[in-house]
């Protein structure tokens, strides 16, 4: 493999335009790219510039457009983001950062575009931090849809943009009877957190599968479940499985379904490094032969994943307003399944790392006018390290700005049901 072609700043411009122009996701991209890089530090500094570039796009973007006369080819505009984030955000030395994206450039196949790339990112450079005057970030970063449906479901979406001006820290979710390791913070439940940049596998206990990384958002769905030693639990859409690990630590005799085959083999890597067992089904849970069956069901459905962009600002250029009704048809779909599997009197939570409301607040008034469900509202009492996630619906609606003074959350909706 060609070390020079290797840098980082080059995983990082391959990132960006896949992530960009083929709406992939950045989760999907970089497992690829990061293995080809040797060097830990050459990838966490790749890994730096490729997600700044990502919370920073709508800025960075405004601050370079008025500085063109006319559009470049696509990717010579990723080359500007990277090397525009590294002169605004990363405090890279201004020789360094023009240089290297004048080569990336070059290397790429543009070298008829290295004469403006050079006189851009030098008017950066002279301007410095006064680029960013005037500048409404909040709003650049956010694109317009999210901006206008965060705001009409009431959520400030201003507030929401600022979530991608820190760093995000790690979480993880610790088993019983196991000591978390040094460092972290108690939060709840089984919830710790680690300062920003605590790499998870050179923890002790991480081989012994003492613990997992769960954003403390998505270890509420689960715990509120409040799973009986011996309940036979179904966890609908089970992988990477971190709420089926939580399931099966409460007690439960879980079944875990997952439709993607590569998703089933993550599940199954997870489960067996934390020695937790869970019988696991590959399939379209909205096709299984159960019926009432089950004490208590997870459906943790596919959405568009618009309240993890704190970890995973990739989700805000690659989702499209036109995708959400798909989702929502999908959603219904596992919930109808989902009341078949159920036990009567069985308990359902519903739950997706959304903002949207038609995925999330709407879902949930859609299943209580099913025949034979009844809400079951959550109380402040049931979580009382959190009161202002309680809606006055009885929903579990977090926000990415709540807890913003120990680095926030993701944004997660949970409703619980009952099977009449
Ligand atoms: C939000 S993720 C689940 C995260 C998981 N509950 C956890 O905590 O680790 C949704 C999962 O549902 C799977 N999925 C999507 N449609 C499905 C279906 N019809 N049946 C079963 N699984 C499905 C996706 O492949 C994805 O792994």
Redesign the pocket.
Known sequence: MNKEKDDTRQIAFDAICQVLERNRSLDAVLDLLLSRQADGRDKAAAYRLIICCLRQKGVLEAIIEPLLRRAPPQRVLCILLLGAAQLIFLDVPRHAAINTTVNLTRKNGFSGFTGLVNAVLRKIADQGPECLEGLDQERSNLPTWLWQEWEKAGFNPRKLAQCLSYEVPLDLSVKSGVTAPEGGEFLCAESYRYPVGTKVNLLPGFEEGQFWV?DVA?SLPAWLLRVQNGEKVA??????????AQLVMAGGQVVA????QK?TKRLKENLTRLQLQAQIVT????QLQYKNEFDAI?L????S?TGIFRRHPDVLHIKKPKEISGLVK?QRE?MQAALTYLKPCGRLMYS??SLQAAEAEEQARYIATLPGVELKPFTVDEIPFLPEAVTKEGWIRTLPFMWSDKGGMDGFFMARFIKK
């Open positions: 769960q998505a966890d609908l859409c089970a992988a990477p499985g971190g709420k089926t379904v997952e439709k993607d998703r399939s379209d849970a909205a997870l943790d459905a596919p959405c994943a999908v596992l997706v790392c």
